[in-house]
Antibody, heavy 114, light 113 residues
Framework: EVQLVESGGGLVQPGGSLRLSCAASGFTLSSYWMHWVRQAPGKGLMWVAHMKSDGTITTYADSVKGRFTISRDNAKNTLYLQMNSLRADDTAVYYC???????WGQGTLVIVSS | DVVMTQSPLSLPVTLGQPASISCRSSQSLVHSDGNTYLSWFLQRPGQSPRRLIYRVSNRDSGVPDRFTGSGSGTDFTLNISRVEAEDVGVYYCMQGTHWPPWTFGQGTKVEIK
């Protein structure tokens, strides 16, 4: 079965760090452009970061640039989002998505609070 | 950044009746390759988003044919010919022509009257 499964969310204090994982199964993650998209509680969807299939290009939303890093482990078929210097407004459900946003994971909740 | 504006933001509908959602972009979504990268998504309550339509009018696998996407340039529409109970949720349009960033509309909440 083709699927994406996120993990790594949780409660973190402002200024802290967290690494999200997105494990792919049923397809090779490195064959597709992959994205992280987030949704703050009760709000709409916001694109966060992207990695080109060959890994040569990564792009970020201005609000996370310099704080978040998207990466990939081809051997584990897993996408990551390293989040540093977290702020309260980073609180959201984080989804990974691929295949032109055709595939989405179930999301993982990140809460930034003291 | 391209701003995507949806209307209405709330859409009460009667089962079996048609529904229409508009999405306007702040600039043309025609890419230099000739394609228009405008997609529609449905997020049912408590679920992840699901893509319904890509490149304006192409339905994804398994999407009922009562969903139709249309439009060009800066003006796009998602039509539901006869609303069913499973169509309830929030609909988003998204552009992928002028990236980064990929940008979503604010969302249109469809509910049954």
């Amino acid at each position: 079965e083709v699927q994406l499964v996120e993990s790594g969310g949780g409660l973190v204090q402002p200024g802290g760090s967290l690494r999200l994982s997105c494990a792919a199964s049923g397809f090779t993650l490195s064959s597709y452009w992959m994205h992280w998209v987030r949704q703050a509680p009760g709000k709409g969807l916001m694109w966060v970061a992207h990695m080109k299939s060959d890994g040569t290009i990564t792009t970020y939303a201005d609000s996370v640039k310099g704080r978040f890093t998207i990466s990939r482990d081809n051997a584990k078929n897993t996408l990551y989002l390293q989040m540093n210097s977290l702020r309260a407004d980073d609180t959201a459900v984080y989804y990974c998505s691929g295949r032109g946003f055709d595939l989405w994971g179930q999301g993982t909740l990140v809460i930034v609070s003291s | 950044d391209v701003v995507m504006t949806q209307s209405p933001l709330s859409l009460p509908v009667t089962l079996g009746q048609p529904a229409s959602i508009s999405c306007r972009s702040s600039q043309s979504l025609v890419h230099s390759d000739g394609n228009t990268y405008l997609s529609w998504f449905l997020q049912r309550p408590g679920q992840s988003p699901r893509r319904l339509i890509y490149r304006v009018s192409n339905r994804d696998s398994g999407v009922p044919d009562r969903f139709t996407g249309s439009g060009s340039g800066t003006d796009f529409t998602l039509n539901i010919s006869r609303v069913e109970a499973e169509d309830v949720g929030v609909y988003y349009c998204m552009q992928g022509t002028h990236w980064p960033p990929w940008t979503f509309g604010q969302g249109t909440k469809v509910e049954i009257k």
